[in-house]
């Protein structure tokens, strides 16, 4: 059973481009949390999705960022206009139901996608 | 929202020595509280988890309890090893929220 997968693992940009990051959660998991990871810092909260519906984007900046998990093919995060403050690591983690209701909730981590933006 | 506090930022201890990280919470409401682990570079794994119907729960060397009345919660390793160095992480998730809160970290170093 493969774990988390996330690509690019290293993405490099410059300020103004687009970054895609990528996300497929194990088998079996429809619930997909994006979190942020600023240098020496731990993990934030950006959003939450199940397939095709975005359940709740607290954590998300108002503008730039969005996220998507269609019906078919990984979740992605999109950051537009990059800028030097997005530099961070992007991790993606899955469970098998949702947080928070108690029973099989526990997240499992993807490796990160590691953002710098130049 | 829920917030929490995680200490020490950064702890040393001697191989074979015991290691304590305590992590405190805002919102009584919590009720599932997990421990991740996380190497230079690479994924936070979870290393131990518990629920707010329990008081404590150990695996192998590892164990964690919970102080529901104080809100806070710890993590105990024992006869600590070099490859228990790493940054350890606790979390809060409260009931239909949608998302795991995260301490700020604590950077584990075993001296040998």
């Known amino acids: 059973n493969a774990g988390v997968m996330q690509n690019p693992r290293h993405l490099v940009r410059r300020r103004g481009q687009e970054a895609r990051l990528r996300c497929s959660p194990m088998?079996?998991?429809?619930?997909v949390y994006w979190y942020r990871q600023l240098p020496e810092e731990g993990l934030k909260f950006m959003v939450y999705?199940?397939?095709?519906?975005?359940?709740?984007e607290s954590g998300m900046p108002k503008e730039r960022f969005s996220a998507e998990f269609p019906k078919e093919g990984p979740s992605i995060l999109r950051i537009q206009q990059v800028v030097r403050g997005d530099s961070a690591a992007y991790f993606c983690?899955?469970?098998?139901?949702?947080?928070?209701?108690?029973?099989?909730?526990?997240?499992?981590f993807g490796p990160g996608t590691r953002l710098l933006v130049l | 929202g829920e917030n929490v506090e995680q200490h020490p930022s950064t702890l040393s201890v001697q191989e074979g020595d015991s290691a304590v990280i305590k992590c405190t919470y805002s919102?009584?409401?919590?009720?599932?509280f997990p421990w991740y682990k996380q190497e230079l570079g690479k994924r936070p794994q979870l290393i131990i988890d518990?629920?707010?119907?329990?008081g404590e729960k150990k695996d192998q060397r590892i164990a964690v309890t919970l102080n529901k009345t104080a809100k806070h919660f710890s993590l105990h390793i024992t006869e600590t090893q070099p490859e228990d160095s790493a940054v350890y992480f606790c979390?809060?998730?409260?009931?239909?929220?949608?998302?795991?809160?995260f301490g700020q970290g604590t950077r584990l170093t075993i001296n040998p």
């Open positions: 999705l199940q397939k095709e519906n975005i359940i709740d």
């Open positions: 983690a899955s469970s098998p139901v949702r947080q928070g209701s108690g029973g099989r909730e526990t997240q499992y």
């Open positions: 518990i629920r707010s119907n329990v």
């Open positions: 088998k079996g998991h429809s619930h």
């Open positions: 919102d009584s409401a919590s009720n599932y």
């Open positions: 979390a809060a998730s409260i009931p239909g929220a949608q998302k795991l809160v």
